[in-house]
């Protein structure tokens, strides 16, 4: 029977159980060559999608384009810090320099009686099997957004266009540094076996207090009016 969860995999099990990111600053050269990124993609793209409308796709900065793109951020980063000092302003030219390889995952609204959130759900399973695949090729990667993917300039100059969010921009590279590894989640503290009425394990002990909830770093209702005029609702 071809059905791939009647295959078990301890390789396969062992890896989710130890999987960690690296750090950009920690990626090296090489990073994948054509064939792997084809691969690296095509295993990214493989994701659940309800309503298979496809809400994501992708921007490969290789090569020379990662220095553009750090021209870009550079000249962003300048106009809006005009005292800032040149090793500021140089950091930012370098930030897609930082890795052999930097795709973007955007997610794409698609109007579709199918929720927005679950098509933004789809572009993040869509990220997190490009991190599964980069480390099947035997590749470090990092998951950023950092704070081009929520600028407005930034988003035009790359493309993007209202119906965009970014979903991450994926560093990837040959690791120069061994992982760390760093606290998980207690499983006591989230799970809850449920019967009717019983007092679910919710995971408070994870909230810190000290914080405000974050703006949404996207105008979320904005998109929503996008598709909705789209579909002339
Ligand atoms: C949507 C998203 C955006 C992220 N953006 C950043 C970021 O801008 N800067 C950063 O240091 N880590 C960011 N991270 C966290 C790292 O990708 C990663 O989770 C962290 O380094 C620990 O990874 P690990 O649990 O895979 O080892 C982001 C994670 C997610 C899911």
Request: with cysteine; proline share 6%.
């Amino acid at each position: 029977m071809d059905v791939i969860a009647a295959k078990p995999s301890f390789e396969m099990l062992d890896y989710l159980l130890k999987r960690r990111s690296l750090k950009v600053g920690e990626f090296v050269e090489p990073g994948p060559n054509a064939e792997q990124l084809q691969t690296l993609l095509t295993a990214a793209a493989r994701v659940p999608d309800h309503g298979k409308l496809c809400p994501f796709y992708f921007l490969v900065f290789k090569g020379d384009a990662r220095a553009q793109a750090g021209d870009i951020l550079a000249e962003i980063f300048r106009g809006d810090h005009p005292d800032a000092r040149a090793d500021k302003i140089e950091d930012e030219r370098q930030r897609f320099l930082r890795s052999p390889l930097v795709v973007g995952i955007v997610m794409r609204a698609r109007p579709s009686k199918h929720p927005l959130w679950e098509q933004m759900m789809s572009a993040s399973a869509v990220a997190q099997n490009f991190v599964l695949a980069a480390n099947a090729l035997g590749f470090g990667v990092q998951w950023l957004s950092e704070w081009y993917a929520y600028d407005e300039r930034t988003r035009a100059a790359f493309g993007l266009d209202e119906r965009d969010v970014v979903a991450g921009f994926m560093h990837v590279g040959s690791p120069a540094a061994a992982a760390q590894e760093r606290p998980r989640p207690d499983l006591e503290k989230i799970v809850t076996f449920w019967q009717r009425g019983c007092s679910p394990e919710k995971g408070d002990c994870y909230d810190l207090g000290k914080f405000e909830f974050p703006e949404d770093g996207f105008d979320f209702s904005k998109l929503k009016r996008l598709v909705k005029a789209a579909q002339g609702l």
